[in-house]
């Protein structure tokens, strides 16, 4: 039977910090809270642990697992050098949710990095995933605790309904105050963002220059024509609902029903997702109103996301996200969900 411990009093915090410890000691794999998404936690040091992650998920080998710290120490520990501009990044940014890709050490196992030659590390702000890595007193790999390329888990419940019958403990900490993942920053090279989140170039680049650093420029980037992936997030198709979903522009809900008919499903089986041209319900099979506020969305997309799952949606017609900085790692996430269901 699948343990799922709450965390809301000191009380229960103390215990769920004490059984997800346990078992991470022992090599098991444990679902946790971070303030981005929930995720598959496991001794990063352990190659068989890290294995486990990969099978529970079905996650492809090649795509490299982000290591979290409990301090600049332990960061500094997974890596082979940390030059000023992570001393600068993590002064500004940690804990939080930025990951600094740099040269691994030799005491991460191959298996972490898919066989790369750098390694992600972030330092999370969660406190219950702080708490347990320093009762562990070793850093954690944790991707998503979800199958891959599915829609990553916001809440404790999303991670039970898709993958309970994989653990033995999910940790019950709220639901995720970001609501997607990290931002990536590559620092092994000129810097750039590997997957943009909601920290942007600009935010980073300002902090690298306050630093005195002369690289206060942080270039957009993807390594998805890299034979080996630097990052997780990178794969063409990515946090992906069953659902098909698409991302559209309407002025009103008479344009918006002539594209949904354009798509060839019926309007009842159409969940749609508004943020400012909110259509009425009638016929439609949901009508949700998301936020203008980027970090708002954040917080919300992906549970709505799955609510339209489990209530059966066919189609998904998302109004598209706003332009600006703040809002490319939601145009990102929601990109690469709606990948493979393109139109034809």
């Given at each position: ?5 709450a ?16 078992l991470l000691?022992?090599?098991?794999v444990?679902a946790?809270?971070t303030e ?18 990969y099978?529970i ?9 982000i290591v979290?710290?409990?301090?600049i ?8 050098m940390?030059p ?14 930025l ?14 990095t898919?066989g790369?030659?750098t ?7 969660h ?7 320093r ?13 891959s390329?599915?829609i ?6 999303h991670?039970?309904r898709?993958l ?29 963002v590997?997957?943009p ?8 680049a ?7 650093l002369?690289q206060?420029?942080?270039?957009p980037?993807?390594d ?6 630097r990052?997780?997030?990178l794969l ?16 009103d ?13 019926s ?6 997702l ?15 109103i ?9 917080r ?10 489990e ?5 998904i017609?998302?109004e598209a ?6 809002w ?10 709606a990948?493979?269901?393109r139109?034809?």
């Open positions: 039977m699948i343990e799922v411990l965390t809301h009093t000191p009380e229960q915090f103390a215990v769920a910090v004490t059984r997800a410890a346990d000691r022992a090599g098991d444990v946790l809270p981005t998404v929930y995720g598959l936690a496991a001794n990063a040091f352990d190659a068989r642990a890290v294995a486990r992650i099978d998920k079905g996650r492809p080998a090649h795509n490299p697992i979290h710290v409990a301090g120490e332990m960061a500094r520990a997974c890596v082979a940390w000023e501009s992570a001393s600068c990044l993590a002064q500004s940014f940690w804990p939080g949710p990951t600094l890709v740099l040269p691994r050490a030799h005491i991460v196992p191959d298996i972490v898919a790369g030659t390694v992600g590390v972030r330092w999370p702000s406190p219950f995933i702080q708490a347990v890595i009762a562990c007193g070793f850093p954690l790999a944790a991707p998503s605790a979800n199958l390329n599915a990553s888990p916001t809440t404790a419940e991670v039970r898709h309970g019958h994989e653990l033995s403990l999910i940790v019950d900490g709220g639901p995720a105050d970001v609501g997607i993942e990290s931002t990536v920053i590559d620092l092994s090279t000129t810097p750039r590997l997957r989140g909601m920290i942007h170039e600009a935010a980073l300002s902090a690298l220059a306050m630093g005195g002369r206060g420029q942080v270039e980037s993807s998805t024509d890299s034979s080996t992936l990052s997780p997030g063409e198709r990515h946090y992906a609902p069953r659902a098909r979903l698409v991302m559209r522009h309407w002025r809900g008479t344009e918006l029903e002539t594209q949904i008919d354009a798509l060839g499903v309007r009842s089986r159409t969940h749609v508004a943020h400012t041209h909110v259509p009425p319900p009638d016929h439609l099979g949901s009508v949700s998301l936020p203008r506020d980027a970090a708002a969305f954040a919300v997309i992906y549970a709505e996301l799955h609510r339209c799952d209530a059966g949606a066919e189609l017609v998302i996200a706003p332009d600006g900085p703040e490319r790692g939601l145009r990102d996430r929601l990109s690469r969900a990948a493979g269901h139109d034809r």
